[in-house]
């Protein structure tokens, strides 16, 4: 079985891509961030999916980007709540697969985009596959159901591909070229959702909210948990993370 780095950041999108890879017939080994985001709620989660989904190694990479800020996941901004999130993604499942490569961007970029978040780990993932001797990187960045990130475009994964043959040694070599996946790109949440339905994923383990209690429970009206609360009701299934918060305010 090849071996493949997910990024498993503990939410709904890299939990079903880490889902899709291992039922590819990949060996997984889970690379997550401590990096200075607000919380560690999501770090939990990503140690529970690890564990539950049998991945071969778990690592945990400490990168204080609170040093740089620039984001409300780093620095003392707020999270915004309650926007009206109505333009994003197509919101139906079996959206055409020629949908547009970026969904639309309300007002501007949001101030919970973290400056170059994604190209960061990729350049970890990419040295860790390196190391472990993988043609293959996984990524649950999404296109259409997303708040306006650049670096979740197809465009931006495919410009970082190329990079990868060319910073590689074994690239460069010409022993392997390296690929980015990243399976959900196209999809609309209730599409992912379906998908890791499918696979078996248990969406109770995940979480989503930029801005949890301190119990984990999420906040339901950041971005991320609306865009996850629109994902189930249109895939017409009950989001299992409600049921483990349920009465707790």
């Not at 990729?122 to 997303?146: C, H, K, M, P, R």
């Not at 248990?202 to 801005?211: E, F, I, P, R, V």
């Amino acid at each position: 079985m090849p071996n493949a780095v997910v990024l498993l950041s503990g939410g709904l999108d890299s939990t079903t891509t880490l889902a899709i890879a291992k039922a590819a017939g990949f060996t997984i080994y889970a690379l997550s961030f401590r990096y200075g985001q607000r919380h560690g709620v999501e770090l939990d989660a990503a140690a529970r999916i690890a564990a539950t989904l049998g991945v071969a190694e778990h690592l945990i990479v400490d990168i204080d980007l609170r040093r740089i800020g620039g984001s409300a996941l780093t620095a003392d901004i707020a999270v915004p709540k309650g926007r009206d999130l109505s333009g994003i993604g197509s919101g139906k499942p079996g959206a055409a697969p020629d949908a547009p490569d970026i969904a639309p961007v309300l007002g501007g970029i949001p101030v919970t985009y973290v400056p170059a978040r994604n190209t960061i780990f990729l350049s970890f993932a990419l040295a860790w596959a390196e190391t472990l001797d993988s043609n293959d990187i996984f990524i649950g960045v999404n296109a259409l159901d997303y708040s306006g990130y650049p670096d979740c475009r197809p465009e931006y994964i495919a410009a970082f591909e190329h990079l990868a043959g060319l910073a590689t040694r074994a690239a460069v070599e010409g022993h392997k070229r390296l690929r980015i996946h990243a399976p959900l790109i196209r999809l609309s949440k209730a599409q992912i959702i379906h998908q890791g339905i499918g696979l078996g994923v248990d969406y109770g383990l995940t979480s989503s909210c930029y801005d949890p209690g301190p119990g984990g429970q999420p906040c339901g009206e950041c971005d991320s948990c609306l865009l996850r609360a629109r994902g189930f009701a249109e895939a017409g299934v009950t989001d299992p993370l409600l049921g483990r918060f349920a009465g707790i305010e």
